[in-house]
């Protein structure tokens, strides 16, 4: 290992241990090392560089993508979507923890942000399987794997965020993330019935009434 890797090795490892934030560690062993190992004016690259990503374009997008999740997550819109799907969902083995993977999939192509797909679905749905009688341990996994979704799904924030930072095409990004994204999500909806299908107490008897929300 050079001296260089050793270096950002050691400072990365000692501010992280300190509990620092990890984009502030990183940002701050980058810039130790540079100094150290490179003869560049970074008072002067670094402001720069911070501005030229700053005003991007492509990051305009970012505040609608978030406002949109905020209206779901304020409006009645969410759950009248949501309860539209409990009884096609209920038709499946596992019945509605499916409403949490396919939920997370549709909300996470509408905001674009798995943080606030994950806390939209989980708001509505947790309490009432809860209530039903499915076991709070698949619903709340199901919900963790289906609010990864949105990392892959378009328009997914981070998509945008490392398309403006690498300078790649965010189309090509949203282009190689869907398919992926759709395959994920129904290998969580494959884990469901399967583990569902393997511990049959996890999920309670079939019920008459598969409206998740009365």
């Not at 490892?13 to 062993?29: E, F, N």
């Not at 596992?94 to 674009?112: K, Y």
Request: aromatic letters at 8%.
């Amino acid at each position: 290992m050079t001296a260089e890797t050793l270096t950002i090795f050691a400072i990365l490892s000692v501010l992280l241990l300190s509990g620092m934030w990890i984009g502030l560690s990183l940002l701050l062993a980058a810039t130790v090392t540079l100094a150290v190992f490179r003869s560049i004016p970074l008072e002067k690259l670094l402001p720069q560089y911070a501005w030229n990503i700053l005003t991007t374009q492509e990051l305009l997008a970012l505040p609608m993508f978030i406002l949109m999740g905020e209206l779901l997550f304020r409006t009645h819109l969410s759950r009248q979507l949501f309860k539209g799907l409990a009884p096609w969902a209920g038709l499946l083995p596992g019945r509605l923890v499916h409403v949490n993977v396919i939920g997370c999939t549709i909300f996470a192509a509408i905001s674009g942000s798995s943080a606030a797909t994950t806390q939209v679905v989980g708001r509505m749905s947790l309490a009432e399987l809860s209530r039903r009688g499915y076991s709070r341990d698949i619903a709340i996994g199901s919900l963790a794997g289906g609010g990864n979704v949105g990392f892959l799904i378009p328009p997914s924030n981070i998509m945008i965020i490392y398309g403006v930072l690498a300078d790649v095409s965010i189309l090509q990004l949203f282009t190689a993330g869907f398919l992926p994204g759709f395959m994920l999500a129904g290998s969580f909806m494959g884990w469901v019935m399967l583990h569902s299908w393997l511990r049959p107490g996890l999920v309670p008897p079939a019920e008459q009434d598969l409206r998740l929300m009365s």
